[in-house]
């Protein structure tokens, strides 16, 4: 009789591997630009009060106030456009009848605007409260009759106070902010969705040109 073949052993059956779930990636936020800084402006502000005839015309001709711009910018060597100045009568004085006296004081407010963007061994404003720190009642009268009498006015004043300049700076910062992403995830099955659907279209147009 023929030998039976030996049974065979089927070799065990290994399952697949279990897929491992989609990760998704990190969504993309908003990248901002950087801050943009304005250039910086330092305004310097002061006063002095001084006596004048006619206190009242003295305060309302443009050419005394340009006289007093001009005597601040001999004293800091800034631009007289960048001066801004104000004249207030501030009282009068009342003679033996009580009637006004034609002469009286009147205060002079100043403002210096100084651009502070580029550096310096020692900034302009500085410089420039210095020199006005170090103005004295007897100069500033001088200088101010000088520029009335360039200017053909025959008035005269005298300057009874100077007070200290202050300083203080502004400076705007502007921020832009600029989308590097549309905000969508960017996970694997946003994009498997994407594809499947890009085929189902091309299937269709291949379909409508064979049709044809």
Same mark, same amino acid.
């Given at each position: 009789?023929?030998?039976?073949?030996?049974?065979?052993?089927?070799?065990?059956?290994?399952?697949?591997?279990?897929?491992?779930?989609?990760?998704?990636?990190?969504? /993309? +936020?908003?990248?901002?630009?950087?801050?943009?800084?304005?250039?910086?402006?330092?305004?310097?502000?002061?006063?002095?009060?001084?006596?004048? /005839?006619?206190?009242?015309?003295?305060?309302?001709?443009?050419?005394?106030? +340009?006289?007093?711009?001009?005597?601040?910018?001999?004293?800091?060597?800034?631009?007289?456009?960048?001066?801004? !100045?104000?004249?207030?009568?501030?009282?009068?004085?009342?003679?033996?009848?009580?009637?006004?006296? @034609?002469?009286?004081? !009147?205060?002079?407010?100043?403002?210096?605007?100084?651009?502070?963007?580029?550096?310096?061994?020692?900034?302009? /404003?500085?410089?420039?409260?210095?020199?006005?720190? /170090?103005?004295?009642?007897?100069?500033?009268?001088?200088?101010?009759?000088?520029?009335?009498?360039?200017?053909?006015?025959?008035?005269?004043?005298?300057?009874?106070?100077?007070?200290?300049? +202050? +300083?203080?700076?502004?400076?705007?910062?502007?921020?832009?902010?600029?989308?590097?992403?549309?905000?969508?995830?960017?996970?694997?099955?946003?994009?498997?969705?994407?594809?499947?659907?890009? @085929?189902?279209?091309?299937?269709?147009? @291949?379909?409508?040109?064979?049709?044809?």
């Amino acid at each position: 009789p023929p030998t039976p073949a030996p049974p065979t052993q089927a070799s065990p059956t290994q399952a697949p591997p279990t897929p491992a779930p989609p990760t998704d990636e990190p969504t /993309d +936020s908003p990248t901002p630009s950087p801050s943009i800084a304005t250039p910086s402006e330092t305004v310097i502000t002061g006063s002095f009060q001084m006596t004048t /005839d006619s206190p009242g015309s003295f305060c309302e001709d443009p050419q005394t106030l +340009s006289a007093l711009i001009g005597s601040i910018a001999d004293v800091t060597g800034h631009d007289a456009g960048s001066i801004d !100045v104000m004249c207030s009568v501030v009282d009068r004085r009342l003679g033996q009848s009580g009637r006004r006296l @034609a002469a009286g004081n !009147v205060v002079i407010d100043y403002s210096i605007t100084v651009q502070t963007d580029e550096p310096e061994d020692t900034p302009a /404003d500085v410089v420039m409260t210095s020199a006005l720190q /170090d103005l004295t009642a007897e100069v500033l009268t001088e200088l101010v009759n000088t520029k009335l009498k360039e200017a053909g006015i025959t008035r005269t004043i005298t300057v009874t106070q100077v007070v200290a300049p +202050s +300083s203080g700076v502004a400076s705007v910062t502007i921020t832009t902010t600029e989308a590097s992403m549309e905000g969508i995830p960017q996970d694997s099955d946003a994009h498997a969705r994407c594809a499947a659907s890009l @085929a189902v279209l091309l299937v269709g147009m @291949a379909a409508s040109v064979f049709r044809l």
